[in-house]
């Protein structure tokens, strides 16, 4: 195929062509040979020489079809969160069980959590407990040794105990939740927290308070381990113990 362009003077001479030129065949060969346009026979020069870029066999040596970059940014939204390996927030927070044995002497109550069988016996020769209820005085009710190890403590109760006690004072720890399992899978709930005068334990609701009132061995044992597991307090370093029915009474 060949490029026609027309002559710059189409009027005025009639002598000669119409100052058409036409270039050389520009897209019958390979490369970028330019095909030079013949003079003009009008008063003009001829125009442009045909311009013989493309590839033989008159290929298209226009823009490449290929598809370009995209030249849309990536969007700016990070990517969301895993749900999977979050934490479930619509989920209550773990709580520490405890079960436990009686026997005439001692109590045991046993930690469901996995501890080292190998750690070392802790003991507390003479804790005394405390009786906080309304509208009453608070009196030591008792004193009890104990010894915890591993998962495991065992209270003994003892005949004798000093009557002068630390009042509670202020909070040295955070609080921690606990619950107790009995024989039939009931559960009993309470709270643990470290003050200047000792342990104080919390019961969670009536249910709960009727049990400590019942029973207490379980629950101090249970106390105990939670606060020497989670709250990190030294069972050997306080001399008392206080259960608090002030909030929720038995």
Not at 46 to 72: E, F, I, Y
Not at 135 to 161: C, H, S, W
Request: no cysteine; hydrophobic share 25%.
């Amino acid at each position: 195929m060949h490029t026609t362009f027309l002559g710059g003077n189409t009027g005025g001479n009639t002598g000669g062509g119409g100052g058409a030129n036409t270039g050389g065949g520009a897209n019958e060969v390979e490369g970028t040979g330019k095909g030079a346009g013949g003079p003009g026979d009008g008063n003009g020069p001829g125009q442009g020489a045909g311009q013989g870029l493309g590839p033989k066999d008159g290929g298209n040596t226009g823009g490449n079809n290929d598809p370009g970059p995209n030249n849309n940014p990536p969007g700016n939204n990070p990517p969301g969160p895993n749900n999977d390996s979050g934490p479930n927030k619509g989920s209550a927070p773990e709580v520490t069980k405890y079960t436990y044995s009686l026997n005439n002497e001692t109590t045991s109550v046993n930690r469901q959590t996995t501890i080292p069988s190998n750690a070392v016996e802790t003991s507390n020769p003479g804790a005394q407990l405390v009786i906080l209820k309304p509208d009453q005085a608070p009196f030591v009710e008792k004193g009890y040794e104990i010894k915890m190890k591993g998962n495991e403590a065992t209270l003994r109760a003892l005949d004798q105990i000093d009557q002068n006690y630390q009042n509670a004072g202020k909070e040295i720890s955070a609080k921690s939740t606990f619950k107790i399992e009995d024989a039939n899978g009931q559960s009993y709930q309470y709270d643990v927290v470290g003050k200047e005068g000792g342990l104080v334990i919390i019961p969670s609701d009536k249910a709960s308070a009727d049990f400590a009132d019942k029973g207490r061995t379980p629950l101090l044992g249970a106390a105990v381990q939670q606060a020497s597991k989670e709250l990190q307090f030294d069972v050997e370093s306080f001399r008392t113990i206080f259960i608090d029915f002030t909030k929720t009474r038995p």
